[in-house]
C-alpha cells in the first residue's frame, strides 16, 4: 500500500532545498570576492589598524612619521565595499573623482620622445590667483601601467594635493596624455629615463622648489628603481611609492595563480592591447604585432611587446631586470611605500620586507584591506584613505629638516656647479 504525501513536508524539504542551496551560493561567493563585511560587522567596524616596519634607528620614522597621525591611527573601508574586489573594481568604473581641469606642457626627451605633462595648482581647484611663490613644493607622479593624468586615482591625488597650496605635475608615460609615440621606444615597468629627465629639467627650471615623487602601481616600480639607481645623487626631496608590484617575477607567477588573478590578468592584458592599438604603427615596426593580437595575458603582452622593444632575451629576464625589490637598498631619499595586504595585483610576497627595514630612509605602511589602488573610506566611498596618507608625510617631511637635498659643490677650476654623491664628494675634499 502507498503511503500519504504529507503536502507540507514537502514544501518544508524544498524550503530547506532552497535555503540550503541559496547558503552554499552566498558562501562560494563570499569566499570567491573576498568579502570581510561580517569580520567588520562583529568587529564594531572598528577598521584596521596601520602597520609600519622599518628600521629602528631611522630617523625619519622618529622625526617625520611619527607626527602623522594617518599613519598612526586605523583605516576604515568603505562597508558596501567589504572585498579588495569590489574596492577594485569600483575606483576603475566609478571612482568618484573631483572635477578638475589640467594645463598641458609638452617635454621632450634626448631620443626625440615627447612627454605630455599635466600640471594643476592651487589656482586650478580653488579659483585663486595663481601663487608666484618660486619655493612652492612641486609633487610629480608616475601613474600606473596603461593609466596617466585622466585615470580616477590620479584625479583623486592631483586634486587634494593641489588643494593644500601645492603644485602638482603628471609625468605621463610615453603614449599617453593624448600625445603619440614619437620615438622608436615605448615605456615599460623599469624604464627610469623619462621620470630622471623630467625631475632634472624641473630641478633646473625651478630650482627655488622641492620636489616630491609619487608613484603608483607599477609608476610606483619604476620611481623606486630610479631612487635606487641614482642613490644620494638625485634632487628629489621625498617620495612615496604606493601599491609596488616590487618583484615582477613573483607577480606574474601570482597573477596567473587563481582564477580570480587571471581575471584581472586578461583586462590588463586587454588595456595593454589597446594602448598598442593607439601607436600601432610603432608596435608594427618595433614588436611583433600578430602576437599582440592574439595576447591574452600581461606576459603575452610583454612577451611580443614589451621585452622586444626593450631588446630583453626573454620576458624573466625583463622581469628580473625590472624589478626594484634589488634596488631598495640603495634608496637615499625618505621613502614612504603604502600597500594593502588584500591587493588583488601586487601580492605581498614581493614586498621585500627585510630589505625595507634595513634601509634607514624607508618605513614600509601595509594596512589588512584596501585592495589595488583603492583605500576607499567614508559611507559615500568619496575620499581615498592613501591621498590623505600621501599628503600628510610629504607635508609633516616638508617641514621638517629631513628632506634629501642632492650635494653640489663648485669647482675651484672654472667655477661651474658639479653635482656630486657622498662618495665623490668625500673624494674631492681630500684631494683640496
Known sequence: MGGIINPNETLTRCSISRSCSAFILFSILYNFLELYFLQDLFSGFSGSPV???????????????SK??????????????????????????????????????????????????????????????????????????????????????????AYHTAKRGWKVVICNHRGFGGVSITSGFSYNAGWTEDIRAVVNYLHKEKSMAPLFVVGTSIGANILVKYLGED???????????????????????????????KIYDKAIAF??????????????????????????????????????????????????????????????????????????????????????????????????????????????????WWVRAVNEFLGVLHSSNYMHVQEKVKTAEDGMVAELNNDQLTMWKKHM
Open 51 to 65: 602597520l609600519l616596519s622599518y628600521n629602528t634607528s631611522s630617523s625619519i620614522l622618529n622625526a617625520v612619521v
Open 271 to 384: 588595456g595593454l592591447q589597446d594602448y598598442a592599438k593607439l601607436h600601432q604603427s610603432h608596435f608594427s615596426r618595433n614588436a611583433n604585432w600578430e602576437g599582440i593580437e592574439k595576447s591574452f595575458t600581461v606576459r603575452d603582452f610583454d612577451d611580443h611587446a614589451t621585452r622586444v622593444v626593450a631588446k630583453y632575451e626573454s620576458v624573466d629576464t625583463f622581469y628580473r631586470r625590472c624589478s626594484s625589490s634589488t634596488y631598495v637598498q640603495s634608496v637615499s631619499v625618505p621613502l614612504l611605500c603604502i600597500s594593502a595586504l588584500d591587493d588583488p595585483i601586487c601580492t605581498t610576497e614581493a614586498i621585500p620586507w627585510d630589505e625595507c627595514k634595513a634601509n634607514k630612509n624607508i618605513v614600509l605602511a601595509t594596512v589588512k584591506h584596501g585592495g589595488h589602488l583603492a583605500f576607499f573610506e567614508g559611507i559615500t566611498a568619496s575620499h581615498l
Open 231 to 261: 642613490g644620494e645623487n638625485i634632487p628629489v626631496a621625498g617620495a612615496v611609492a604606493v601599491c609596488s608590484p616590487w618583484d615582477l617575477l613573483i607577480g606574474d607567477r601570482y597573477i596567473r595563480r587563481r582564477r580570480v588573478q
Open 68 to 157: 602623522c597621525k594617518i599613519l598612526h591611527g586605523r583605516y576604515f573601508a568603505t562597508p558596501w565595499l567589504c572585498s579588495p574586489h569590489l574596492q577594485t573594481l569600483f575606483l576603475n568604473y566609478f571612482g568618484r573623482p573631483p572635477p578638475l581641469k589640467y594645463t598641458k606642457q609638452l617635454f621632450s626627451t634626448a631620443d626625440g620622445e615627447t612627454i605630455a605633462l599635466d600640471w594643476l595648482s592651487t589656482s586650478h581647484v580653488s579659483g585663486d590667483v595663481a601663487s608666484e611663490d618660486e619655493s612652492v613644493p612641486i609633487v610629480v607622479v608616475i601613474p600606473g601601467l596603461t593609466s596617466d593624468s585622466s585615470s580616477q586615482y590620479i584625479k583623486h591625488l
